[in-house]
């Protein structure tokens, strides 16, 4: 994630596809490899897929994408129990811009187990967790759900010895839920 400018990908259009596409902006901020959203028995299970090589479980599939206002696409895939939707939009308000993620969450079929859902925001904690909910870290991001109707709350979990993370547990049910993050940049925003 990041602002300003968007790609790079000489390196794909020169030559068969060899090195790198990097973001030409600034304040470039990178996230956990590996599946953001699974089904855990307990908190203190490890996060599934070889986050270091960015490996999704067998039960990932994409399923497309679709268009919408302003020719935005929405990612279309799913997990063993989940079919998921998820569109992410620049938003440009008084305060600056930042990235809104609108996530819908549909159950494909139960897990038939105790546990719950659980989607990765971070894999390090948060420098500080205001009293409305706003995660706030270290390199200046702020993280908040601009709509709880089923009241999720964003909170560290502590994955492994010496390793924190923060995790949003999601309520899925038969109907569909809907999870709306924003990603503001900056100290600035605080």
Not at 129 to 136: S, Y
Not at 146 to 173: C, G, N
Request: proline share 7%; charged share 30%.
């Amino acid at each position: 994630m990041w602002k300003g400018r968007f790609l790079d990908a000489s390196a794909h259009w020169s030559s068969q596809g060899m090195g790198r596409i990097r973001p030409l902006g600034d304040e470039v901020l990178t996230f956990p490899r590996g599946p953001d959203i699974v089904f855990l028995k307990d908190v203190f299970c490890p996060w599934p897929g070889e986050r270091e090589e960015g490996i999704r479980p067998a039960g990932y599939r994409f399923r497309g994408y679709k268009l919408g206002e302003k020719n935005i696409p929405t990612l279309m895939y799913s997990t063993d129990y989940l079919d998921v939707e998820e569109t992410i939009v620049a938003v440009e308000d008084e305060n600056g811009s930042f990235l809104r993620r609108n996530i819908d969450f549909k159950l494909n079929k139960s897990p038939n187990q105790r546990g719950s859902f659980h989607l990765r925001i971070r894999d390090v904690p948060p420098e500080e967790i205001r009293d409305d909910g706003i995660c706030i870290y270290e390199d200046g991001l702020q993280v908040r759900l601009s709509d709880s109707k089923h009241s999720t709350a964003i909170r560290p979990m502590y994955t492994v010895p010496e390793k924190w993370e923060t995790w949003l547990r999601i309520p899925v049910s038969e109907d569909e839920t809907s999870v709306t993050i924003e990603y503001h940049w900056g100290r600035q925003n605080r």
